[in-house]
């Protein structure tokens, strides 16, 4: 796999059962909790459709056909106030630790910015050492206390980050 032939651009209907099984397989990988968490989303299965609301949108980490990552950007659920939500940011083995989470933050962030968002608040579970470590260098900072209802209820790990 060329690193130069991958890239990072919006999901495609297609996608889907690509970016469905990295997501599931993140979490067999890691061993984290099935409930309470985007392994039994509803929309995970149907990310490209998730994401049409206006101000948002789910980028994928691509090589050709093949996804290799992805996350995303949407107005936090039943949340009122201009805050965004990072959801379902997640990498297959085959790209983790080359610096895609990093770039893909990067593009999420001004995306969210030029959407108009205040804040971008995210929830991530413990066991996800490296990814806090990135969102911290990001300057996401930790909250005390979920926001919003995600119904995420395994995730203990809620930061967020003035835009």
Not at 62 to 72: D, E, F, T
Not at 90 to 118: H, N, P, Q
Request: proline share 3%; charged share 25%; aromatic share 12%.
């Amino acid at each position: 796999m060329s690193e130069e032939a991958i890239v990072i651009r919006e999901i495609r209907a297609e996608d889907n059962p690509q970016m469905e099984a990295v997501i599931k397989s993140c979490f067999i990988d890691f061993k984290l909790p099935l409930t309470g968490t985007a392994y039994e989303d509803a929309e995970t299965p149907f990310m490209y459709e998730a994401y049409k609301d206006e101000k948002a949108v789910y980028f994928v980490v691509a090589n050709g056909n093949q996804v290799l990552g992805g996350g995303g950007i949407k107005q936090l659920k039943d949340f009122d106030g201009n805050v965004c939500e990072l959801q379902k940011m997640y990498f297959s083995s085959l790209v983790r630790g080359k610096g895609y989470g990093k770039k893909l933050i990067d593009k999420c962030l001004e995306t969210a910015k030029g959407f108009g968002y205040e804040t971008c608040y995210l929830e991530t579970i413990p066991e996800l050492k490296a990814a806090i470590h990135i969102y911290e260098t990001h300057g996401f900072i930790h909250r005390n206390e979920p926001l919003g209802n995600t119904g995420h209820y395994s995730c203990g790990v809620w930061m967020e980050k003035e835009l």
